[in-house]
């Protein structure tokens, strides 16, 4: 029986729920079919916004969405997507499948959608391809209320009122697909560029995002934070999993072995290992700890589906997804005192997504469920807690090791705690005995995602995977114990 302890009297920091954010990039059929599909189209939609898919998204609780990229981002000019749609400029989406761009989802379209779906807005600029004075121009045509040329364009392109926006990143990948830049470069030009995007309403302070590390490049970090300290909100860590580390042969995403599932998990893990490293470099250069970190691309990155467009990254998801979502949310929420935001790659169709689409067709992923069942994680108070685990090893990796069960535990203002725990074994149950210290547990309810590590929801059979009530536990008088099936997560809530 493993030990598993909650501390209410322990209230380490608020959970920012931007710790919850998609990413949605002009890639495949993310952005074009997977949300955008036009006022015409004979798929429901408001103002060009598929129905379902917002529907979906605004139960799961998305609390911020980044736009346009990715490697998009640093080829994107922003003015091609504003105006008449028909007279809208067309471009090739280079980095991506080699495809037309006409430009019809653009920034008035980016904002009513957040509008629709109550969310945050974090849009990324231009450094690699673009102007100071382009990047300068966006920010004022989206943010200005007073007279200026972008502030009257905004208005004459039919919206008058600015937009709020929360989050602006300054480039994307700057030591790759953003312009291969060194990162002592890349600190200048942040500089450079932050300095023209002004924070145009009194009080509304526009949170500027810097290009971070690719991984465990820590000398990136290092490099970016010493020039930025003063200038950024954060810093963008991205983190892919790779099951078997080559990006040339990345694995399938519906077929693999057990040694090949533990090897996933065991990468997915790293993200522990990186984010507390990043952290320490970060706090030697800002012990004052202005600049918080944030995840703005993970998830896991497999071959795409055969007969799909390899510039698409389009690929399917089983519990082996939701396992790494469930187990790298519990990571962000033990750093919830450092992390400010964090977004899936990405929302629909790509990578890991949340959301698969078929012409008029949605399915939820089982990466889905478990956004949903975290989402009371939301904006709650994070308590110590501890887990006592066996750990698995991961002979694809060296035999490295990993804690079979990880788990966080938050509160809300009401004192109703929610703790989350993932068994991350494709074989072996878990019994626990959970105590929460110096608390009478009047009631206590459960919801679990479970199911064979290649189970999927698809087109042909809907939801095969979904949250159902969990009912394998003993409630006792200071807490309770639980048995947990192999590939789980499960929510507990108690009162
Ligand atoms: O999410 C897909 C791509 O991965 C993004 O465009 C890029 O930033 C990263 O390399």
Partial sequence: MEKYLINPNQKIAKINKDIYGSFSEHLGRCIYEGIYVGENSKIPNVNGMRTDVVTALREMGLPVLRWPGGCFADEYHWKDGIGEKSSRKKMINTHWGGVVEDNSFGTHEYFELCRQLGCDTYVNGNVGSGSVREMSEWVEYITFDGVSPMAELRAKN?????????????????????GNMDPEYYGCL?????????????????????CGPNSGDYHWTREVMDKVKHHANGISLHYYTVPTGNWNHKGSATEFDNNEYISTICKAYKMEEIITNHLAVMDSINPQKWVKLIVDEW????????????????????????????????????????????NIAQTVNVLQSVILTDGEKMVKTPTYYVFKMFKEHQNNTLLGSFITTENIKSKNDENREFPQLIESASIDENGVIYSTVTNTSSTKSAKIK?????????????????????SKNDFENGDNVKVVDFTDFKKLSDGFTANLPACSVVKFIIE
């Fill in 158 to 178: 039919g919206h008058k009122e600015p937009w709020k926006l929360d989050y602006f990143g300054v480039g994307n990948e700057s030591w790759g697909c953003g």
């Fill in 299 to 342: 998830g896991t990155w497999y071959d795409v589906e055969e007969g799909t467009n390899p510039g698409f990254l389009y690929q399917q998801s089983t519990m082996r997804d939701a396992i790494v979502a469930a187990l790298t949310l519990n990571i962000f929420n033990k750093h919830a005192d450092r992390i400010m935001m964090c």
């Fill in 434 to 454: 959970c105590q929460i210290a110096d608390r009478k547990v009047k009631s206590l309810r459960a919801e679990i995602l479970t199911g064979e590590c290649h």
């Fill in 190 to 210: 942040f500089k450079r560029y932050n300095t023209y995007c002004r924070d145009y309403k009194a009080g509304e302070h526009i949170k500027r995002i810097a």
